[in-house]
């Protein structure tokens, strides 16, 4: 592929797409990832939900795209953060997310998130996903927080 496809290939929005892209309210993202996501159960320092494989969050081939199992690792990875006790959830410090499998459109998956530490400045959690009926893990995940401490000023 030349140098001018890759280009057009990462540009490939028109007018209409800018505009109607521009016209989204703020914070569009999380409810466009998360609709349709259940909690399943919630305790201190874990959180598992459940959700089926939407066809908004399909990659070319067909199933869940990375971007889209980065993102269940970040906002359910934060969400567990609460559950420990946090006020915040802070800022991503890091993300890792390993592939292992595909999940299709309509399959249910669990994401399970488990804390492995809140301190006063960092939180640390870990995060499954795996199908529902097989216990197949898709991806594990790891994301470290940095949990804004309050300026003694």
């Known amino acids: 592929m030349d140098l ?3 280009k057009q290939l990462l540009e490939k929005g028109d007018t209409e797409s800018q505009q109607a892209i521009d016209s989204m309210r703020s914070r569009f993202f ?5 609709e349709g996501l259940k909690v399943e159960r919630v305790e201190p320092g874990r959180l ?3 959700m089926k494989v939407p066809a908004r969050l399909l990659n070319a081939g067909g199933f869940l795209h ?7 690792v970040d906002l359910v990875g ?3 953060i609460f559950t420990a006790g946090a006020t915040v959830t802070g800022v ?7 592939y292992l499998d595909a999940a299709f459109e309509g399959e249910e998956l669990e994401i399970e ?3 492995l530490r809140v301190g006063k400045a960092v ?9 529902k009926a097989s216990g197949k893990i898709v991806a594990q995940g790891r994301h470290t927080k940095y949990l804004a401490v309050a300026s003694k000023l």
């Open 78 to 80: 934060s969400a567990a």
């Open 92 to 98: 991503s410090v890091e993300i890792s997310v390993s």
């Open 30 to 34: 999380e409810p466009f990832m998360m």
């Open 66 to 72: 990375g971007g889209a199992t980065a993102t269940l």
């Open 48 to 50: 598992i939900c459940s």
């Open 123 to 131: 939180g640390v959690v870990s995060v499954e996903i795996r199908k």
């Open 4 to 6: 001018e496809a890759v």
């Open 113 to 115: 998130s488990r804390v």
